[in-house]
Nanobody, 123 residues
C-alpha cells in the first residue's frame, strides 16, 4: 500500500494557474501508475490525467489536454499536476490515486487514494 497526501489546492480566478502535489510514502513508488481525478458537486469522480512513474508516459482527459501537465519527481516520490488556463468547470475536489500496474482512466482500478484537495475557479 502507498499513502498519498495531496496539497496545493485553492481559489483562483478563471485563466489562472495552480500546481497540485501528491506525496507518496509506504512502499516503492517507481513501479506505480499515478493519476489525478476530480469530483465536482453532484457529479461522479472523473479522470483528469495519469502517468506511468517509471516511463513517464502520460494520458489526459480531452477536457484538460493542452492546459494541464502531469509530471513526477521520483527522488521525492511526488506527482504533480500543473493546471493552467483554469476554467470555472475545473472546479472540484482533486484526488491523487495510485496503482501497482499500468495506467487506467477508471477510478475503480486504483486502490490507493489521497484525501483530496479543493480547487475552486471563479469566473
Amino acid at each position: 500500500q502507498v499513502q498519498l497526501v495531496e496539497s496545493g489546492g485553492g481559489l483562483v480566478q478563471a485563466g489562472g494557474s495552480l500546481r497540485l502535489s501528491c506525496a507518496a510514502s509506504g512502499r516503492t513508488f517507481s513501479d506505480y501508475a499515478m493519476a489525478w481525478f476530480r469530483q465536482a458537486p453532484g457529479k461522479e469522480r472523473a479522470f483528469v490525467a495519469s502517468i506511468n512513474v517509471s516511463s513517464g508516459n502520460t494520458d489526459y482527459a480531452d477536457s484538460v489536454k493542452g492546459r494541464f501537465t502531469i509530471s513526477r519527481d521520483n527522488a521525492k516520490n511526488t506527482v504533480f499536476l500543473q493546471m493552467m488556463s483554469l476554467k470555472p468547470e475545473d472546479t472540484g475536489v482533486y484526488y491523487c490515486a495510485g496503482r501497482s500496474y499500468g495506467r487506467s482512466r477508471l477510478s475503480i482500478m486504483y486502490n490507493n487514494w489521497g484525501q483530496g484537495t479543493q480547487v475552486t475557479v471563479s469566473s
